[in-house]
Nanobody, 115 residues
């Protein structure tokens, strides 16, 4: 069973950056499309950005030009580079396959953007 561990969140000011990491243990994740999702209280989890293996990257319009997804196939890690963060990016961020998300959700990592 795949266990996903996200890390790298924190508190930053508007305009600053964060790099989130995701380690999906117990999976040959290179065969999957990977994605980052986020959730805020009272709202459904939403797809932020996805990377189709060998294909295009899809993302929310609001993060276009600011967020990048990448993978390290040697270390079995997935990254989310978030630049020029804004208060509306505040959320718990999760990684998973997809879409659709095939694995059990990890605990996520909180990113808070506030001045």
């Amino acid at each position: 069973q795949v266990q996903v561990v996200e890390s790298g969140g924190g508190l930053v000011q508007p305009g600053e950056s964060l790099r989130l990491s995701c380690s999906p243990s117990g999976s040959t994740f290179h065969i999957y499309d990977m994605a980052w999702y986020r959730q805020t209280p009272g709202k459904q989890r939403e797809l932020v950005i996805s990377s189709q293996y060998g294909g295009p990257t899809n993302f929310l319009d609001s993060v276009k030009g600011r967020f990048t997804i990448s993978r390290d196939f040697v270390k079995n890690l997935v990254y989310l580079q978030m630049n020029n963060l804004q208060p509306e990016d505040t959320a718990v961020y999760y990684c998973n396959t997809g879409p659709p998300a095939r694995w059990d959700w990890g605990q996520g990592t909180q990113a808070t953007v506030s001045s």
